[in-house]
């Protein structure tokens, strides 16, 4: 014997919608992680008084991690405030993510032009 089943599509509507609320909030929560990673890198490898803004585009292959931003700053010899521009690339460890190599564009090319290469062979490279 057949059943007849009758779905509710009002409802089916709602939980969709909870869903995207869910999702969009783990990418905040994980951009907001990722971007206090590349804040700590900066600040401890780099002479930055403070970070003031940070824009980043990032993708995420498996563990590996690849960062294009750009980050306004407080030079810690040279008075004023800084604009650049930076590639960085680094992995998830756990809940943690962590940046392993950071270049700033103006700074060090050759390096720079090595963190894409190695991002583009890894497929973490972010598209724009």
């Keep these: ?4 089943i009758k779905f509710s599509f009002d409802d089916n509507q709602e939980s969709k919608d909870e869903v995207k609320e ?11 992680k990722i ?20 824009e980043i585009v990032y993708k995420i292959n498996k563990a590996d991690i690849g960062l294009i931003g750009e980050v ?10 800084f604009v650049a521009d930076f590639i960085a690339k680094g ?6 993510y962590i940046v392993d190599s950071l270049a700033f564009s103006a ?22």
């Design 1 to 4: 014997m057949a059943k007849v």
């Design 22 to 32: 869910i999702n969009t909030e783990k990418i905040e929560d994980e951009k907001e």
């Design 35 to 54: 971007k206090k990673a590349v804040e700590e890198h900066i600040l401890s490898n780099f002479a930055v008084k403070s970070i003031l803004d940070m």
């Design 72 to 81: 306004a700053y407080f030079h810690k010899r040279r008075d004023g405030v």
């Design 91 to 96: 992995y998830k460890n756990n809940d943690r």
């Design 107 to 128: 700074g060090e090319p050759e390096f720079y032009k090595n963190i894409m290469n190695i991002l583009k062979a890894k497929k973490a490279f972010p598209e724009l």
